[in-house]
């Protein structure tokens, strides 16, 4: 009976040990074949220290060339805890707070953590590192601490174009402008350091390094122009600080003919190699009380480009574009012909009054050339009435003015207009004369250069070309023409009346003596029942064919000197940047600049 028990204990033990051979055999299997390439992967992972190495990003050039924007060379400070000894690791710590300026116990736990790499501090400069390659010398330290090769973006005109050109992150992403419109771009490819570790993190044999180069960010090429930046800039700034403009302003300068945006500002702007550092001095000296939410929003704020995500109601500047659809629709067949329009000093529209700004004294009989140069709402009130709200939308279309112009910039806003089925009598007059309605200035640029180019749809734009970083190739980019918006004829017709704005009518102050310039003033409320003002100018020059557009667009200046009518704030300071801009530009001068007696 005891060897019948002990021979069913043994086959119990025995097919105990087969079952537990058997599932080992099949974990064996699973690992072996389903989960081989996934375990393979994270050990190779595990068992290597990856050390990134950051590429070059591309360059920034204006048109002529000059840097805006470029990566200088500096170096990240990474450890290897557990290749440090334990008698080592507190005089390393020490001593990389001290050259980097860092807080002991923080670097001190990097040093004692488990890790297979910690970073220390990235984008240094050389100065700095070069001490740390002395230390580490003269204490005979070879193993645990790693020096790589980063690259920093670096702007060396500091604020100039900051609102284009943008900034990039710690880690060289693009944060906002070009850098990140165009990131993908910009970025290049990153490389890599690796070496073999244990699975304690101690290298393994000799401790060989595989480099695997980085891949450079190719360049761009913008159509700004350095030096017509710096010049409608510097006469922004004075702008606004002299009118106290407490919402700041900005100046697009504009090719009509290719869309090529030559400037654009907005005031106030920032330090790009700064971006983080607010830039009023209030607001500075009181940052540290702000909560993280206030600090954001008025980063935002500053980093915000009026020019292209603000909307605003242009006022009478948008006159042009009433007498462009007027003309084009045959509303109007004799342009200088007196006693075409009577100006009463109002004119009632569906039981509502609408007053032209010169009520007090009406401007009487006048030709639409008249009523342009006098900025006569009730004119282009009378005019909107004939071309009618179809018609008026159709062409708001044309000119790209219900649509974003699509700039190459993040973050455009589009145009605010009621919805046409609910523009009645009173909604088209204030349409016909720039109220009641909001454009952002790329708009409105836009839709003038097709008047200053001689009827075609153009599509602004800031990267002319790129430049391959491997070749050095450069591919340019072709501009984007659009159909005809409107004739050249009446065009031409349109830019001749605005030569009488400057030479005769509200917009005396843009010109320049020796130079055709044409232009229209405008002035609108900031808002409904706000009690602020926007002012503008919008010049074409030459007249005749015409190489830029500038817009200035100040937001309720509140000096002694400020009127509320006729642009006489915005019109000055076109005229003092095409004082210099039209020169540097080697645009011929004409002997005698005159208003032909056509009227």
């Not at 005891?2 to 119990?12: F, G, Q, T, V, Y």
């Not at 740390?132 to 690259?151: F, P, Q, V, Y």
């Not at 003033?521 to 706000?530: A, H």
Request: with cysteine; charged share 25%.
């Amino acid at each position: 009976m005891a060897n019948i028990s002990m021979k069913k204990r043994i086959r119990k033990a025995l097919l105990v040990c087969v079952g537990l051979f058997s599932l080992i055999i099949i974990r064996i299997g699973y690992i072996q074949f389903i989960q081989g390439g996934e375990l393979k992967s994270l050990a190779y992972v595990q068992q290597t220290l990856d050390r990134k190495i950051n590429p070059n990003r591309g360059t920034i050039y204006d048109r002529n060339g000059e840097v805006l924007a470029m990566s200088a060379s500096v170096e990240t400070v990474t450890i290897n805890p557990s290749n440090i000894s334990k008698e080592d690791k507190e005089k390393v710590a020490l001593a990389l707070s001290n050259i980097f300026e860092l807080d002991y116990d923080t670097v001190l736990k990097k040093v004692k953590k488990r890790t297979s790499i910690e970073t220390i501090i990235k984008k240094v400069d050389k100065e700095k590192t070069n001490q740390l390659r002395e230390w580490m010398s003269k204490e005979k330290i070879i193993a645990g601490i790693n020096i790589d090769e980063d690259t920093k973006r670096y702007y060396p005109y500091g604020n100039l174009a900051s609102h284009i050109i943008g900034f990039t992150g710690a880690d060289n992403q693009g944060l906002d402008g070009i850098e990140a419109k165009y990131n993908e771009t910009l970025s290049g490819v990153q490389g890599k350091i690796v070496r073999t570790s244990d699975a304690s993190g101690r290298i393994i044999g000799r401790g060989e390094e595989e480099y695997i180069d980085a891949i450079d960010g190719d360049s761009l090429v913008l159509s700004i122009d350095a030096n017509i930046q710096a010049i409608a800039s510097k006469h922004l700034e004075e702008a606004c600080i002299d009118n106290v403009c407490t919402d700041g302003g900005s100046i697009l300068i504009m090719d009509p003919n290719n869309g090529d945006i030559l400037a654009m500002c907005t005031y106030p702007e920032y330090d790009l190699n700064s971006p983080f550092t607010i830039n009023k001095e209030e607001l500075l000296n009181n940052w540290e009380n702000l909560s993280q939410a206030d600090k954001n929003k008025n980063l935002q704020q500053m980093w915000r480009n009026k020019a292209i995500t603000d909307t605003y109601e242009p006022g009478s500047t948008f006159k042009l574009i009433t007498t462009s659809i007027a003309l084009e629709e045959n509303v109007v067949t004799e342009t200088d012909r007196k006693g075409q329009f009577c100006c009463t000093g109002s004119i009632e529209i569906a039981g509502t009054r609408i007053k032209c700004w010169r009520y007090y004294r009406p401007h009487g009989s006048e030709s639409l050339r008249e009523a342009l140069m006098n900025s006569c709402n009730p004119v282009f009130i009378g005019l909107g009435q004939k071309i009618g709200v179809k018609a008026y939308y159709e062409y708001l279309r044309k000119f790209g003015l219900l649509n974003k112009t699509g700039i190459d910039l993040p973050g455009e806003a589009g145009s605010i207009f009621l919805k046409e089925e609910k523009v009645g009598p009173v909604e088209l007059a204030t349409l016909s004369f720039g109220q009641r309605f909001e454009v952002t200035p790329i708009q409105l640029i836009t839709a003038v250069s097709a008047i200053a180019n001689g009827g075609k749809g153009v599509t602004p734009r800031l990267v002319t070309a790129t430049i391959d970083s491997e070749t050095g190739e450069k591919n340019v980019l072709e501009p984007i023409i659009k159909n005809d918006v409107i004739s050249s004829e009446n065009a031409a017709k349109v830019r001749d009346m605005m030569r009488s704005v400057v030479v005769e009518g509200t917009g005396k102050n843009a010109g320049v003596e020796g130079y055709e310039i044409g232009g229209k003033t405008g002035t609108s409320e900031d808002g409904v029942n706000t009690n602020k003002y926007v002012t503008s100018f919008m010049g074409i020059s030459p007249t005749k064919e015409a190489k830029l557009v500038i817009l200035v667009v100040l937001y309720n200046p509140t000096g002694e000197g400020r009127s509320s009518t006729v642009g006489a704030i915005a019109a000055p300071v076109a005229g003092k940047i095409l004082n210099e801009v039209l020169p540097y530009m080697e645009i011929e001068k004409v002997e005698k600049v005159e208003e032909d007696e056509k009227n």
